[in-house]
Each structure stands twice: as C-alpha cells, then as structure tokens.
C-alpha cells in the first residue's frame, strides 16, 4: 500500500501570497489531520477533516483553512503569508473514524516564506 | 488540558548502549499514548501504540516502552542503541476524537 503522499515536498514564498498543500492518504483512510512543525513551537494541530467534513479545529487564524475531497485527498490553504508561516506542513491519515487511533504521516511540506 | 512534557531535549548515547527517553503525561481520562521518530527531513513513523491491556509494548526496530499510570508516564526504552536510531523521537497522547498532543521532542545522537 503507498503511504501518505504530500506535494509539493518544498516551497519558497513571499510574504502577502497565498499556498495551497495537497495531501492524498492511504488507501481506503478516511481522516486526515494537518499538523504545522517549527523548532520552537514543535508539533502544533491544525485540523482533521474526516468524510470531506472539518471535524476537528486547532488554534490557528483564520488564514489557515483546509478542505477534503470525496476520495479523501485534502488540501490547506494558507492566505497572507506572514514570515512566521514558514514551517514544515506534515499531513497524517487515520484508518478509523477515531483521530487518535494511530495516524500515518507523509513527509511534509517544507514551506519557506521570505 | 492535555499536556505531554519530554524533559530530555537531547540525549546523547554511545552505540551499544542501552536508552531510555522519558514521557510523562497531563490527560484527564485513560488515553491512548504513542512514540514516533522523525528522520532528518522526514514526516513522523510510527514506533509503538498503547491502548489499554498489557502495559509494556513491544514496538518495531527493537523499541519498547512501559505505561506506568501511577507515574502519568510512558517512557520509550531500547537495550541497545544503533547509530541508524540518531533521529527525534515524540510522545503523543490523544483520545477518541480529540487531537493528538506531541511532546516538544528528544534529539538522540549516537557516538561510536
């Protein structure tokens, strides 16, 4: 089975653009979590869409948004890059209904925002 | 809230020697606790899970790691460490349908 698949690997930016993460899951997965990395504030959850439905939200603004597509691929979209944006953008399926069921994580996005 | 605290930031061992990394935890009810590791570069893998029943869990690539309650704690323990194990390592707990929660992370380096 092919794993968590997340494209593009790497970005470059600037600030005030747009980005849009695409993230395809594991076969036959059905939730998908985004997770924001940065060496200071390390793992952070962004949101988990489950059945194309936002199931669960993080503590971010409203610039960062996602959505899930009927085969369970999802994107994140984040509006008005800030230099604080720059992160690395893991995305992770679940094979259950439950969040914290074990997740399986793509390899990120690494989003530089200059 | 939920709260996972990885007190080692980095930790250095020689190869051969045995490892533990500490994991202690802030939930409210029983929860569900993992241990991923991150290649340099790399999203998380998966070492080992706990859900409930035996309290020690064997994980892949020789880890395992004990579920004490009495001390909220999940400490992550393998006898003897190889130079290809120098990555970070994360604790997580969750619940149901709530988010996961990710310790800060421990660096393991390895030295010959």
């Known amino acids: 089975k092919a794993g968590v698949t997340q494209t593009p690997r790497y970005l470059i930016k600037t600030r005030g653009q747009q980005v849009t993460l695409s993230c395809s899951p594991i076969s036959g997965h059905r939730s998908v979590s985004w997770y924001q990395q940065t060496p200071g504030q390390g793992l952070q959850f962004l949101f988990e869409?489950?059945?194309?439905?936002?199931?669960n939200k993080g503590n971010f603004p409203g610039r960062f948004s996602g959505r899930q597509f009927s085969n369970s691929r999802s994107e994140m979209n984040v509006s008005t890059l800030e230099l604080g944006d720059s992160a690395l953008y893991l995305c992770a399926s679940s094979s259950t209904g439950l969040i914290s069921y074990e997740q399986y994580f793509g390899p990120g996005t690494r989003l530089t925002v200059t | 809230a939920q709260s996972v605290t990885q007190p080692d930031i980095h930790i250095t061992v020689s190869e051969g020697a045995s490892l533990e990394l500490r994991c202690n935890y802030s939930?409210?009810?029983?929860?569900?606790l993992f241990w991923y590791v991150q290649s340099p570069g790399q999203g998380l893998q998966l070492l080992l899970k706990?859900?409930?029943?035996?309290?020690l869990v064997q994980g892949i690539k020789g880890f395992e790691a004990e579920f004490k309650r009495s001390q909220s704690s999940f400490n992550l323990r393998k006898p003897s460490v190889h130079w290809s194990d120098a990555a970070e390592y994360f604790c997580a707990v969750g619940a149901g349908n709530t988010p996961l929660v990710f310790g800060k992370g421990t660096r393991l380096s390895v030295i010959a």
């Open positions: 706990y859900f409930s029943g035996d309290t």
């Open positions: 869409y489950f059945s194309e439905t936002q199931r």
């Open positions: 939930y409210g009810a029983t929860p569900y």
